[in-house]
């Protein structure tokens, strides 16, 4: 089950692999970031913001800042412009790492109780069920970017946990 060191872990490979899928997204124009290539959320920056504001939202459960006010339907919208979305993007990732660092163990004990705008209605949940969520959904959608950007000629870098460079792996 999720623990700190997991936490920290999974916050280091989300750093990782958001400065790794920007850096081959920055090759490519801003019409090729922005065409529709068919993914759940269209485009690359559609499903960059996407990420984005589900890693606010869930993050603002965990460490208690204000989560975003945009619902689900329009959260492809969060963050529209591609200079806006690099500078959110790095400062987020910083304080999740910051909160994976700071955490106490005693946190992934119990529940976590919030509104779920996406199912209108109350939840609760293991916080530590809430974690794999977390970090699962960052897979699963930067697994979606990556299938774009490779299809519109970019190279992303690795992506196996195993080869995270020593950099990121001492964050």
Same mark, same amino acid.
């Given at each position: 089950?999720?623990?700190?060191?997991?936490?920290?872990?999974?916050?280091?490979?989300?750093? /990782? !692999?958001?400065?790794? *899928?920007?850096?081959?997204?920055?090759? @490519?124009?801003?019409?090729?970031?922005?065409?529709?290539?068919?993914?759940? %959320?269209?485009?690359?920056? +559609?499903? %960059?913001?996407?990420?984005? /504001?589900?890693?606010? *939202?869930?993050?603002? +459960?965990?460490?208690?800042? #204000?989560?975003?006010?945009?619902?689900?339907?329009?959260?492809? !919208?969060? *963050?529209?412009?591609?200079?806006? %979305?690099?500078?959110? +993007?790095?400062?987020?990732? !910083?304080?999740? *790492?910051? /909160?994976?660092?700071?955490?106490?163990?005693?946190?992934?004990?119990?529940?976590?109780?919030? #509104?779920?705008?996406?199912?209108?209605?109350?939840?609760?949940?293991?916080?530590?069920?809430?974690?794999?969520?977390?970090?699962?959904?960052?897979?699963?959608?930067?697994? !979606?970017?990556?299938?774009? @950007?490779?299809?519109?000629?970019?190279?992303?870098?690795?992506?196996?946990?195993? %080869?995270?460079?020593?950099? #990121?792996?001492?964050?």
């Amino acid at each position: 089950m999720p623990n700190v060191a997991y936490c920290q872990n999974m916050a280091r490979y989300n750093l /990782w !692999q958001n400065d790794n *899928l920007v850096a081959a997204a920055n090759t @490519l124009t801003e019409a090729e970031r922005q065409k529709d290539r068919g993914a759940f %959320f269209d485009s690359i920056q +559609r499903t %960059f913001s996407h990420l984005a /504001w589900g890693d606010t *939202l869930w993050f603002s +459960r965990f460490a208690g800042i #204000y989560p975003p006010d945009l619902a689900i339907k329009d959260s492809a !919208q969060f *963050l529209p412009e591609w200079e806006t %979305f690099c500078a959110y +993007r790095k400062d987020l990732d !910083q304080q999740i *790492l910051r /909160w994976t660092k700071e955490v106490p163990d005693q946190w992934f004990e119990g529940d976590l109780s919030w #509104y779920s705008g996406a199912i209108e209605r109350e939840v609760t949940k293991p916080k530590t069920l809430l974690v794999l969520q977390f970090f699962n959904h960052q897979t699963h959608h930067r697994g !979606q970017i990556h299938a774009m @950007l490779t299809a519109a000629g970019a190279r992303p870098g690795d992506t196996d946990i195993p %080869f995270m460079p020593d950099s #990121y792996a001492a964050l």
